[in-house]
């Protein structure tokens, strides 16, 4: 039997160590970066491929994407009938349990008040404020959503979910679906981006839904810029209606010189690593999943292109 052929590409330009990585877990495989016009391959791995490799690649088994999200795949015009399957966890949910946490009780234990006081040799305190004053509320409780409603739950803050179809979650008041949207942001004071950029999510926090989270509420996006209207987020804070945000993701990457985020001071940003992808990890898992597609077999992570992750 010859050789499984496998074609890479990265927008990320990181193909020196994923090829021998993915060569390594692969051992019978042969490697290769994908060029313009090469043979087709079995399986392609990608993460933000050009349009020409899928034009080209379109007899491929299945297309690995080496992120959580597939916004930018979807963009694409994708080979009819090819499975594409994305990273599930592979050692980022921890990661954006970490992120999440650190952003919430920075916020509630009002850090960086502390942090800006000290700085100036001011000795102040501030009374302590009640968890039940700020129940926190995850947009998305999927995979990354899921693990950080339970880690924020860990210290006693109420916390809320909300999903497309219905759940249960121990510690978690779940909510679905658009009905429940309005509902969900009024019962939340910090509210938590982890869901998916599709259609339906696109600008998902604009003027009408951050006008329904509770007063004084905060907002931490982790998931991707275009869920925030950047404009009805700086007019709710600037009004006093939210007291800030942390930002990790933006509508355009690298965030461009000049835009307000950079400086706002009740905005924290970081430029979109609160997740990041883990090479050995996220190698691992496509390589058993691999192994699995030749036996037959389904395999996790799989996404529905009707709903669009
Ligand atoms: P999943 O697909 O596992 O979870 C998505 C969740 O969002 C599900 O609970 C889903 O509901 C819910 N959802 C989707 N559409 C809707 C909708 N229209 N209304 C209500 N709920 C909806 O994704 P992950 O948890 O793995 O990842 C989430 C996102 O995080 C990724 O798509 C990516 O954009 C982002 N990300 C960001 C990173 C960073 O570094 N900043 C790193 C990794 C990911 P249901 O369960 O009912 O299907
Ligand atoms: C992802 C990301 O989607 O890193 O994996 O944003």
Request: proline share 6%; net charge neutral.
């Amino acid at each position: 039997m010859s050789a499984l052929r496998i074609t890479y590409y990265s927008a990320d330009f990181d193909e020196a160590t994923w090829i021998p990585g993915l060569q390594a877990a692969l051992p019978g495989a042969a490697v290769s970066l994908w060029q313009p016009g090469a043979p087709t391959a079995d399986y392609a791995v990608v993460w933000k491929p050009p349009q020409q490799m899928l034009d080209e690649q379109r007899d491929v088994r299945a297309l690995f994407n080496t992120g959580a999200g597939v916004d930018a795949l979807m963009a694409l015009r994708l080979p009819e009938g090819v499975p594409v399957i994305r990273l599930d966890d592979a050692g980022m949910s921890v990661q954006m349990a970490e992120y999440v946490c650190h952003a919430v009780i920075r916020h509630f234990r009002e850090f960086e008040g502390y942090e800006a006081d000290m700085a100036q040799g001011k000795w102040s305190f501030r009374k302590p404020r009640s968890r039940l004053d700020y129940p926190v509320g995850v947009l998305g409780l999927g995979v990354l959503g899921e693990r950080v409603a339970k880690a924020v739950a860990q210290f006693d803050f109420p916390v809320n979910g909300w999903s497309r179809s219905p759940k249960a979650l121990e510690g978690v008041q779940c909510f679905h679906g658009a009905a429940q949207l309005h509902d969900f942001l009024a019962a939340s004071r910090i509210v938590v981006c982890l869901l998916p950029l599709t259609p339906e999510t696109d600008s998902i926090l604009n003027a009408r839904t951050l006008a329904h989270i509770r007063p004084g509420g905060y907002l931490v996006n982790v998931a991707r810029g275009a869920h925030v209207v950047d404009a009805d987020l700086l007019a709710a804070i600037d009004s006093g209606h939210l007291a800030g945000a942390t930002l990790d993701v933006f509508r355009v990457e690298p965030l461009p010189k000049g835009h307000a985020f950079w400086t706002h001071p009740k905005i924290t940003i970081t430029p979109h690593t609160s997740a990041r992808t883990l090479r050995a990890e996220s190698i691992a898992q496509i390589a058993r999943k691999i192994a699995a597609l030749q036996r037959g077999q389904s395999v996790a992570g799989l996404v529905d292109a009707g709903r669009g992750y």
